[in-house]
């Protein structure tokens, strides 16, 4: 079936202003990450959830950041008060389990805060 | 200290010589061990996992595990200039996948 999606494909926002990032999962899988690359940088981890259980905010960068998914689909991830450091390619994977299975990624959303 | 530490390169490579990519990581938790290729401006793609010590071999990818030393390798023999990009390791810990910079690998012709 199709890959991991996500949407927009690029953003371009005002400092100040809230995105909200989009990722549709690989259906049935029921673990979803999402990472933050800045230019020229390795991948950030930001937020994990595996199926109904509480999810994993340990990688948020701060209280601005915050993101949802319901059930086994599509999860949003949101940057309230953006701010210029913010910019970067947001990457979105999902899994079939939890331990040790292969991630599969997004295209991502590259994010640039002006 | 990282959690997962990549040589950033770049590493040069002439066409059809092997190329030696290393990754140490911290977490003794990590059960699996993923190696990423990552085409500029492009997503990663998985190219290698690996959880038992030992060597794992796919075609020209050869990846190594040896958790006592706490490292993880690959190996890309006859190196193409199609194999030109960064490679990311990366560890999982109880489903945290926690990545390196990544290492640039350029295949000269």
């Known amino acids: 079936g199709a890959g991991v999606s996500q949407s927009p494909s690029n953003k371009v926002t005002e400092k100040g202003k809230d995105v909200e990032l989009r990722c549709d999962p690989i259906?049935?899988?029921?673990?979803l990450y999402w990472y933050r690359q800045r230019l020229g940088q390795g991948l950030e981890f930001l937020i994990y959830?595996?199926?109904?259980?509480?999810?994993?905010k340990s990688g948020l960068p701060s209280d601005r950041f915050s993101a949802e998914r319901t059930g086994e689909s599509v999860s949003t991830l949101t940057i309230q008060r953006t701010q210029q450091e913010d910019s970067a390619v947001y990457l979105c994977?999902?899994?079939?389990?939890?331990?040790?299975?292969?991630?599969?990624f997004g295209p991502g959303t590259r994010l640039l805060v002006l | 200290q990282k959690e997962v530490e990549q040589n950033s390169g770049p590493l040069s490579v002439p066409e059809g010589a092997i190329a030696s990519l290393n990754c140490t990581y911290s977490?003794?938790?990590?059960?699996?061990f993923f190696w990423y290729r990552q085409y500029s401006g492009k997503s990663p793609e998985l190219i290698m996992f690996?959880?038992?010590?030992g060597d794992k071999e796919d075609g020209r990818f050869t990846a190594q595990l040896n958790k006592a030393s706490q490292y993880v390798s690959l190996l890309i023999r006859d190196s193409q200039p199609s194999d030109s990009a960064t490679y990311l390791c990366?560890?999982?810990?109880?489903?945290?996948?926690?990545f390196g910079a990544g290492t640039q690998v350029v295949v000269t012709p």
């Open positions: 959830f595996q199926g109904n259980s509480a999810p994993d």
């Open positions: 994977a999902s899994s079939p389990s939890m331990m040790g299975e292969t991630q599969y």
């Open positions: 977490d003794r938790g990590s059960q699996s």
């Open positions: 690996i959880y038992s010590n």
């Open positions: 259906s049935g899988h029921t673990a």
């Open positions: 990366g560890t999982d810990s109880w489903g945290k996948l926690q």
